[in-house]
């Protein structure tokens, strides 16, 4: 088994090597790569069952675009969370909006809701959790960007936990301790993956 240091230095390469990657993209290429893996995550039971989502808000460079998922929710109804990031506590507070526009940009350059006009939900309200990554495997293991926010978000959630990811993003077996939660299922613009044990 790999030591934790060796671990944490094959997350820090992998890390590099898939936002490298990411950034390499033409915005064209990642528009059409977005929809695609929006199309895809349309007609997932899971996803059009849910009545209240959890999306994260793309926010970095040719991240899987969000926006027009989160838009088309609002419009049709559906209870919108976004993550609110308690930067002091090291957690992700959740949040309800109810349009676009009440998202701004914060630390980082994430786009969330205002912190004085926050309509404070938990993860428990979200019927699905939409989650970001750097990299992954088809077993759904994941590598975030480091902060082990999500890791704390979906460590203790009921809800069915959908990343969002191009293919390029993908390795043959994702560099994990652990701490680290995979996810339930992997949307790419080629393919949908699930993990192999369903959570209880």
């Known amino acids: 088994m790999a030591k934790k240091d060796d671990i944490r230095k094959l997350k820090q390469a992998a890390r590099k090597e898939k936002l490298l990657w990411r950034k390499s993209l033409s915005p064209?290429?990642?528009?059409e790569k977005s929809r695609c893996i929006a199309a895809?995550?349309?007609i997932l039971p899971e996803y059009a069952a849910a009545k209240s989502v959890l999306f994260y808000v793309s926010a970095k460079a040719n991240e899987v675009d969000t926006h027009a998922l989160i838009q088309e929710a609002l419009e049709k109804g559906v209870r919108v969370l976004v993550p609110a990031t308690d930067f002091d506590n090291?957690?992700?507070k959740i949040a309800e909006i109810l349009a676009?526009?009440?998202?701004?940009?914060g630390r980082f350059g994430l786009l969330e809701p205002a912190p004085d006009q926050l309509r404070i939900r938990t993860a428990e309200d979200a019927d699905v959790i939409i989650v970001p990554g750097v990299a992954f495997d088809r077993k759904c293991r994941r590598v975030g960007f480091g902060g082990g926010y999500y890791d704390r978000l979906l460590?203790?959630?009921?809800?069915?936990?959908?990343a969002l990811a191009y293919e390029g993003q993908l390795m043959e077996r994702a560099p994990v301790d652990a701490h680290d939660v995979p996810v339930d299922l992997l949307v790419t613009e080629r393919a949908v993956y699930r993990a192999e044990k369903s959570r209880g």
């Open 28 to 31: 064209e290429e990642a528009r």
């Open 40 to 42: 895809a995550l349309r």
């Open 90 to 92: 090291h957690v992700l």
């Open 100 to 105: 676009m526009q009440e998202l701004v940009p």
């Open 155 to 162: 460590s203790g959630r009921r809800s069915p936990a959908v």
